[in-house]
């Protein structure tokens, strides 16, 4: 028995040594081929809102929707919410619009996406960041059917003319619900429940990176607009959802002296931890006012409604999908759910309304480098990560005429300068 | 005997079976699925009108209804029986490993550490010999763990094996977290290390490597010395000793084998089907298959079968939640009624019910 297991010891030392070898020659081999790849797709920016054209004659439409989750991820309900509705514009039946939910971002989505070809879809639609590579393979495979996918960064560089991607700028709506917040501790201020030292603001984030990044440091911008004197510390869960770790996270910030909370995670976990210690909320895809009629403030949401209507009106006409688009507020992508007057403070309403108006004209930008601040300098140059590459190498300056331009080259956020001043991660 | 009014025979009484013919246990348990079925359906039908017929239709459609679903169903069947077959000869030992999930993640997670540090540097049929032997020896080392304690300290291995699966689960967490540091911790499908397709069938390769290993496990139970010592382990300890049979080797040399083709498992997952890693890479299959196995009494050839059925019911009960908007928790909820009655029917197989006679007959008898 003692040669048997000597025996394996020594294999498994061998098949070390084998994979350190492995790991020296690859450090030397890497280069940065990643110059050679552009981005070659076309970019729209919308800025007008989408109807759906009724007229087209949609008898052998199909689309197939590809979900991470199900109806519990406040995430994945917002894509089915949006669905339902284009299903009812134009007048689609229950064959004609299917959904698979619970699909993990492995083979099976592949297997999905391919199972949905089979069934004769137009057009393929998956929702999660991971899934992908999976549906490149598949989009790979079937030229025929439009494969749609939110959140993605591969589009343009990907060569194909049946994979898009989309997002919306989503920073906008963070940045007025962080108008909102930042009003809350400014009122808790004057009533002296804290000083303006204390205006602390609490984040749960999934994942530390651009899109978790962006989302947070536009929330907070919004937040420092009304409340100079706020600062903000991150928590990550690594998940995307998961109801105990988001409402661990959000306790712990609340332990830290958080005085107000906002997420970046599809579960109701940190609204529901809010609600039970009193602390107002800022939450994300879905109004938390049903669960937690107290404390939930406002959300901002991504609409997909207007980007699907679009791809529908193309697919029907027979027109391009453009391989990437971002929706923003002007194209009514970007919502901001019902304020929780209860929780709001006095005039919240009045001043979001002013900064719509002017976002929308241009006069108030988002990520305004004269508004902010990096390691005490402010933000003259950055290069992001713009095209995907499996070293996440920088490529492209981003900043310039005094903003540093989210959502621009792409639609899903590269901003992911961690951290600007205020910020601190816990 | 002047009280015998006094003793009255139930109406129902139940008496062990000394043995059964081999085809009224196959009737039972035919029955016992077509129940399962039916019950199914109805619940499907209470819940979408959807006619029965119509239930069974969707059934075949979403596993065998074109080429791909069919093949994704074999492959699917194919995994799920390769899983069961790594954790027969332990259970059949009465080694209650329960640990395959993290074995055969930890298999897995070897075979993709290969393809990530080694690439196109060599050959892609070496690549794929390294990743087999890395695999094999990752789900060894996995089981032998557990292993080693119980023969040595007499450790639970109950609890052991199903912690040393959330070892595997962090550790596979971790390592996404090196190689993708600035991501959603998503491992992009990778390029190399793929199985060759034959006969242009992508899945083909698992599906005959995953048949062979079954009649190897097959002849290995049932002929070898050590499928012997396996069984007489698992009967009594104490009989192998007499025998003298040296207990403790054949519950290491048993685990080794049954980590290994749980490595090879995840091997087969890895470069077969997945290209990539999560944390939930086998999906439960290591836990599914220990029903497998236990439901089809360690016998490699009936577990293909067994692995089909609950493919078939979970795949195609996804189907009938996509074709009328249920949730896909139907899947797991038709699979479980259906399970529940093929192990309900033990019973009946085992025991038989008597009806109390009637009094006439009784009479009679007298």
């Known amino acids: 028995m003692k040669k048997i297991l000597s025996v394996l010891l020594a294999v498994a030392m061998l098949a070390a040594l084998c994979c350190a070898f492995a790991s020296c020659g690859k450090k030397t081999e890497e280069g940065g081929d990643s110059a050679a790849v552009t981005l070659n797709g076309d970019m729209v920016k919308a800025t007008a809102p989408v109807e759906a054209d009724k007229t087209l004659d949609k008898s052998d439409f199909k689309i197939g929707f590809i979900l991470l989750h199900d109806e519990n991820s406040t995430y994945d309900k917002n894509f089915m919410d949006a669905a339902l509705k284009v299903k009812e514009e134009f007048g689609l039946t229950d064959e004609q619009v299917m959904f698979k939910t619970n699909i993990p971002e492995s083979n099976d989505c592949y297997e999905a996406a391919a199972s949905f070809a089979d069934d004769g879809c137009d057009i393929i639609f998956a929702d999660s960041f991971g899934h992908e590579s999976h549906i490149i393979r598949a989009a790979k495979e079937f030229p025929e059917v439009q494969f749609c996918h939110a959140t993605g960064t591969q589009a343009q560089i990907a060569g194909l003319d049946n994979f898009h991607n989309a997002f919306a700028s989503i920073y906008e709506g963070r940045y007025l619900v962080g108008i909102a917040a930042g009003m809350k501790l400014n009122e808790m201020i004057e009533n002296g429940d804290i000083t303006a030292e204390q205006a602390k603001v609490g984040y749960v984030g999934a994942f530390n990176y651009a899109e978790v990044v962006s989302g947070f440091t536009s929330f907070f911008l919004g937040v420092r607009s009304v409340c100079p004197s706020a600062t903000m510390e991150v928590v990550y869960t690594n998940s995307w959802f998961d109801i105990a770790l988001e409402k661990e996270a959000a306790n712990t910030l609340m332990d830290n002296g958080c005085v107000l909370i906002s997420q970046h995670a599809d579960s109701e976990g940190a609204p529901k931890a809010c609600e039970a210690r009193n602390v107002p909320n800022v939450a994300y895809n879905i109004s938390t006012i049903s669960m937690a009629p107290t404390t939930a403030l406002i959300s901002s949401k991504i609409d997909w409604t207007p980007y699907l209507r679009m791809i529908i009106n193309a697919e029907l006409k027979g027109e391009k999908i453009p391989s990437d688009w971002c929706g923003s507020l002007a194209s009514e992508s970007v919502l901001l759910t019902e304020l929780n007057e209860v929780v709001a403070a006095e005039g919240t309403a009045e001043a979001i309304d002013a900064a719509i108006k002017g976002l929308k004209d241009g006069s108030v930008k988002v990520f305004d480098t004269t508004k902010f601040t990096v390691d005490g300098k402010p933000l003259e140059e950055y290069i992001a990560d713009v095209i995907t590459d499996d070293a996440f190498t920088p490529d492209t300056n981003v900043v310039g005429n005094g903003i540093f331009d989210e959502s621009a080259k792409r639609s899903a956020p590269y901003f992911d300068i961690k951290y600007i001043d205020g910020i601190s991660e816990k | ?366």
Request: charged share 15%; aromatic share 12%; with cysteine.
């Open chain 2, 1 to 366: 005997m002047t009280d015998n009014k006094k003793i009255r025979e139930p109406l129902l009484r139940i008496t062990k079976r000394p043995s059964i013919v081999w085809w009224k246990a196959w009737i039972i348990l035919a029955v016992a699925i077509l129940a399962g079925f039916l019950l199914g359906s109805l619940v499907i039908y209470a819940l979408t009108d959807c006619a029965p017929v119509k239930v069974f239709k969707s059934l075949f459609d979403g596993t065998f209804g074109t080429e791909r679903r069919t093949w994704f169903t074999l492959q699917q069947t194919a995994m799920l029986l390769c899983v069961s077959l790594a954790v027969t000869p332990a259970f059949k030992m009465r080694f209650w490993n329960i640990g395959a999930e993290g074995q055969v993640l930890v298999g897995a997670l070897a075979a993709v550490t290969c393809i990530v540090y080694i690439e196109d540097m060599i050959p892609n049929w070496l690549l794929l010999i390294i990743m087999v032997g890395s695999s094999v020896i990752a789900g060894m080392i996995w089981a032998l763990i557990p292993a080693f304690f119980k023969a040595k300290w007499n450790t639970n291995e109950t609890l052991f094996t199903l912690m040393m699966n959330y070892i595997a689960m962090q550790l596979v967490s971790f390592m996404i977290m090196v190689w993708v540091p600035n991501g959603s911790s998503v491992l992009p499908t990778q390029e190399f290390g793929w199985l060759p397709a034959i006969l242009d069938k992508k899945y083909l390769f698992s599906i005959l490597v995953v048949v062979v290993l079954s009649v190897l496990m097959y002849i290995y139970l049932k002929t070898t010395k050590h499928g012997y010592e396996i069984a007489v382990v698992g009967e009594s300890e104490n009989t192998a000793k007499y025998i003298g049979i040296n207990v403790k080797k054949v519950i290491l040399r048993t685990l080794a084998i049954s980590g290994a083709l749980c490595g090879i498992a995840g091997f087969l997952i890895v470069a077969g089907a997945e290209h990539t890693i999560t944390k939930d890479t086998v999906g439960g299959n290591g836990f599914t298959a220990i029903i497998v196995s236990w439901m089809s009494k360690f016998n490699p050839l009936i577990m293909a079968f067994s692995s089909l059925l609950i493919v078939f019911l979970q795949e195609g009960s996804s189907r009938i939640a996509e074709t009328y908007s249920l949730s896909d928790s139907i899947s797991d909820i038709v699979t479980g009624i259906v399970l529940f009655f093929i192990i309900g029917c033990e019973f009946f197989i085992n025991y038989k019910v008597n009806v109390r006679h009637s009094v006439k007959a009784a009479k009679e008898d007298k």
